[in-house]
């Protein structure tokens, strides 16, 4: 399936490296998420952006940084990263966001920080 | 409490088994429900919307209880294939938005 695809799919940086996660929907949807994934925790909603303005910011450490240029891609620049940070990050879109609309998931990008 | 509860598990079961998960959940604003499928090192999936009239599809069978506040999902005659996480996700209406939660979903083995 190619609705949500994210780039890489694994990453490893140290923590004084500069990177990023790239995300691409191509389902003609207006939201876009970004989740960070631990080990037995739930998912956990990092950024909302609907028609490319951010939405909501679920007090995530400034060391995260979204972009969103258009409606279709989404970014996640990553600096000074702790190993706590290592995780599953997905990226997610719907429709509208505030239609509680299903979510269809990339397959995620699996980041370690040593 | 937590926002969305649910049990961890592991449940295992034998094929053919009939199984069933509930999800608790905090806020009774709460405006819509879903059970989301995670396979193993996969992203989550949507499984079905959880209806008030409750609904089914297939084997499955999606219930909420707003009274309790807490929806369900049954599994009949459970496959080999139906081994996967179980994410319960409630929507609440927040600043004119949807906030979104997830479970921290429970976890089927079928066994053969």
């Known amino acids: 399936e190619t609705g949500v695809t994210q780039t890489p799919r694994h990453l490893v940086m140290g923590m004084t490296n500069k990177k990023s996660l790239k995300c691409e929907q191509h389902?003609?949807?207006?939201?876009m998420y970004w989740y960070k994934q631990s080990a037995k925790k739930p998912l956990e909603l990092m950024f909302v952006?609907?028609?490319?303005?951010?939405?909501e910011n679920n007090s995530v450490p400034s060391r995260f940084s979204p972009e969103c240029p258009n409606s279709s891609h989404l970014f996640l620049h990553l600096h000074t990263l702790q190993p706590e940070d290592s995780a599953l990050y997905l990226c997610?879109?719907?429709?509208?966001?505030?239609?509680?609309?299903?979510?269809?998931f990339g397959p995620g990008t699996r980041l370690t920080v040593l | 409490r937590k926002e969305v509860e649910q049990d961890p598990g592991p449940f295992n079961v034998p094929e053919g088994a009939t199984v069933a998960f509930n999800c608790t959940y905090s806020?009774?604003?709460?405006?819509?429900f879903f059970w989301y499928r995670q396979d193993c090192r996969k992203e989550p999936k949507l499984l079905m919307s959880?209806?008030?009239s409750g609904n089914e599809d297939g084997r499955f069978t999606a219930q909420l209880n707003r009274a309790s506040q807490y929806i369900s999902l049954l599994i009949r005659d459970s496959k080999l294939s139906d081994s996967a996480t179980y994410l319960c996700?409630?929507?609440?209406?927040?600043?004119?938005?949807?906030?979104?939660?997830f479970g921290t979903g429970t976890k089927l083995q079928v066994i053969p």
């Open positions: 389902l003609g949807h207006n939201a």
């Open positions: 996700v409630v929507n609440e209406a927040s600043g004119g938005y949807q906030k979104v939660t």
């Open positions: 952006y609907n028609f490319k303005e951010q939405t």
């Open positions: 806020n009774s604003a709460s405006q819509s």
């Open positions: 997610a879109s719907s429709q509208d966001k505030r239609g509680g609309d299903e979510q269809f």
């Open positions: 959880v209806y008030s």
